[in-house]
């Protein structure tokens, strides 16, 4: 159970993750050593976690890409899972990868649809081998950034501030986390430089100096650089579990497209990842427990209900936190270096 002042302090580093501890400090109202002693507190108990998120749209990766399958009972997810992972989980583009006994999904990023269709004919064929399949095929929603909106990344700020009864008048957050834009071009410096703060997202310049024997100097001149050019987007990822969530749901809908209908889904705090394209909705949402999720659940189905605006039946998947494998957990590095050139 966290204090009010750890309740406020991991709010704010959630949903502030680029500020500076005085800055936070002042935020929540707290003085500023009782703010880094919780800090200190939270990180050491490990209730958050530090990724940074490569923003590739506008360097050649075309592709947001979630996969999911049912499978038959009669292999367990352990023995799927030891056999996956030396088939399908080395793909690089593959950061999230989710597994219980009788289904699983994957996040993905791609340069384009080749690589995408290279990864689904190998997930087909290595369970068809294995004999995991069940009647259908796996599934897939492809989002293109250029036609995409991702309206919440791994966002979980509007979770924990209802959750924790959170008080602060916040700015309104920006509905659209992979803006495209003219396409980047990075030096050698720069690209080795951002591909290195995407695997250590809590190294300094001078850590980083020694890790990559450039000079600290170019290091912190290449950080401001893909900072302006807002090619990175820290996140602090909450520790779930240790928060009391025990259910995490996948959702694959096609919605007849109406004006506000995103916006009143996004505005939902316990939806942490969503992501539209056209008719096409993906979301992950969050729950304390089976009850929380069977309500919100009947509420959003009547609004869409009433409102006329299913095209077909929706696919709706609760894990248990505490019993899904999670195979691979939001693991940036390979396809940033694959899709920037650095890759051997």
């Given at each position: 159970?966290?204090?009010?002042?750890?309740?406020?302090?991991?709010y704010?580093?959630i949903?502030?993750p680029?500020?500076s501890?005085t800055?936070?400090?002042?935020?929540?109202k707290?003085?500023?050593p009782?703010f880094?002693s919780?800090?200190k507190?939270?990180m050491?108990?490990?209730?958050f976690?530090?990724?940074?998120v490569p923003?590739?749209?506008n360097?050649?990766?075309?592709?947001?890409?979630?996969n999911?399958?049912?499978?038959?009972?009669?292999v367990?997810?352990?023995t799927?899972?030891?056999?996956?992972?030396?088939?399908?989980?080395?793909?690089?583009e593959?950061?999230?990868?989710v597994?219980?006994?009788?289904?699983g999904f994957?996040?993905l990023f791609?340069?384009?649809?080749?690589?995408?269709?290279?990864i689904?004919?190998?997930?087909?064929k290595?369970?068809?081998?294995?004999?995991v399949?069940?009647?259908?095929?796996p599934?897939?929603?492809?989002f293109?950034?250029?036609?995409?909106?991702?309206?919440?990344?791994?966002?979980?700020?509007?979770?924990?501030?209802?959750?924790f009864?959170i008080?602060l008048?916040?700015?309104k957050q920006?509905?659209?986390?992979?803006?495209?834009?003219k396409?980047?071009?990075?030096?050698?410096?720069?690209?080795?430089?951002?591909?290195?703060?995407?695997?250590?997202?809590?190294?300094?310049?001078k850590?980083l100096e020694?890790k990559?024997?450039?000079?600290?100097?170019?290091?912190?001149?290449?950080?401001?650089?893909?900072?302006k050019?807002n090619?990175?987007k820290?996140?602090?990822?909450p520790?779930?579990?240790k928060?009391?969530?025990?259910?995490?749901?996948?959702s694959?809908?096609l919605?007849?497209?109406?004006?506000?209908?995103?916006?009143?889904l996004?505005?939902?705090?316990?939806?942490?990842?969503?992501?539209?394209?056209g008719?096409?909705?993906?979301?992950?949402s969050?729950?304390?427990?089976?009850e929380?999720?069977r309500?919100?659940?009947?509420?959003?189905?009547?609004?869409?209900?009433e409102n006329?605006?299913?095209?077909?039946?929706?696919v709706i998947?609760?894990?248990?936190?505490g019993?899904?494998?999670?195979?691979?957990?939001?693991?940036f590095?390979?396809?940033?270096?694959?899709?920037?050139?650095l890759?051997?």
């Amino acid at each position: 159970m966290l204090s009010k002042n750890e309740e406020n302090t991991l709010y704010a580093l959630i949903r502030y993750p680029d500020e500076s501890n005085t800055e936070l400090s002042r935020k929540t109202k707290m003085k500023y050593p009782t703010f880094v002693s919780t800090k200190k507190r939270l990180m050491k108990e490990k209730y958050f976690r530090t990724i940074n998120v490569p923003l590739l749209q506008n360097l050649g990766c075309e592709l947001l890409v979630v996969n999911y399958s049912d499978f038959s009972p009669s292999v367990t997810a352990e023995t799927r899972i030891r056999r996956t992972k030396k088939t399908i989980e080395i793909f690089d583009e593959i950061f999230l990868s989710v597994g219980e006994t009788q289904n699983g999904f994957s996040f993905l990023f791609s340069k384009n649809y080749s690589d995408t269709a290279r990864i689904k004919d190998a997930r087909i064929k290595v369970f068809t081998e294995m004999g995991v399949l069940g009647n259908e095929k796996p599934k897939e929603a492809i989002f293109p950034f250029s036609m995409s909106r991702i309206y919440r990344f791994f966002d979980f700020a509007p979770l924990l501030k209802r959750d924790f009864k959170i008080g602060l008048n916040d700015e309104k957050q920006d509905y659209d986390f992979f803006p495209t834009d003219k396409k980047i071009s990075l030096t050698r410096n720069e690209k080795i430089v951002y591909s290195a703060l995407i695997k250590n997202p809590e190294a300094n310049d001078k850590t980083l100096e020694k890790k990559l024997s450039i000079s600290r100097h170019t290091i912190s001149t290449s950080r401001k650089n893909l900072e302006k050019g807002n090619l990175i987007k820290t996140i602090n990822f909450p520790n779930l579990k240790k928060l009391g969530y025990s259910i995490l749901v996948f959702s694959h809908l096609l919605l007849h497209q109406r004006k506000g209908v995103n916006e009143k889904l996004a505005s939902n705090p316990s939806k942490v990842f969503f992501a539209s394209r056209g008719p096409e909705k993906v979301i992950l949402s969050v729950y304390k427990n089976y009850e929380e999720f069977r309500r919100d659940s009947a509420n959003t189905m009547k609004y869409l209900e009433e409102n006329n605006l299913l095209i077909s039946e929706p696919v709706i998947r609760p894990h248990s936190i505490g019993a899904m494998i999670v195979i691979k957990d939001m693991v940036f590095g390979p396809i940033t270096e694959k899709i920037l050139g650095l890759k051997g």
